[in-house]
């Protein structure tokens, strides 16, 4: 499978797990945020986190599912494409210099 069509087949992941992980993003925050700082953190606010934070956490676990299922890790992928770009950018770039 490659990872266009993981990314098509398990694309509706994502809002699954937005719903799915909210709880436990909250969790998360609570447990590593309540002793961090010298003043309470009201229910509000954690929840205001929360609402910020699950959507990424969502994108996170869907990378992990893709990179698991097609043994491909898409940030690398992702990284390999924008070089490969970038270098021929540069050598049109170039050429288009040497040619004139």
């Known amino acids: 499978m490659s990872l266009n069509q993981a990314k098509q087949f398990y694309g509706f992941l994502e809002d699954v797990f937005v719903e799915k992980l909210g709880k436990r ?10 002793s961090a700082f010298d003043f309470p953190i009201s229910d ?7 609402d910020v934070l699950k959507r990424d956490t969502a994108k996170a676990e869907l990378t992990q599912v893709i990179n698991f299922m097609t043994g491909i890790d898409s940030q690398l992928q992702s990284f390999i494409y924008l070089f490969i770009y970038f270098v021929y950018f540069k050598e049109e770039k170039l050429k288009s210099k040497i040619n004139k």
Do not use: D, H
């Open 25 to 34: 993003v909250e969790t998360t925050l609570r447990e590593r945020l309540s």
């Open 44 to 50: 509000q606010n954690f929840a205001q986190m929360r």
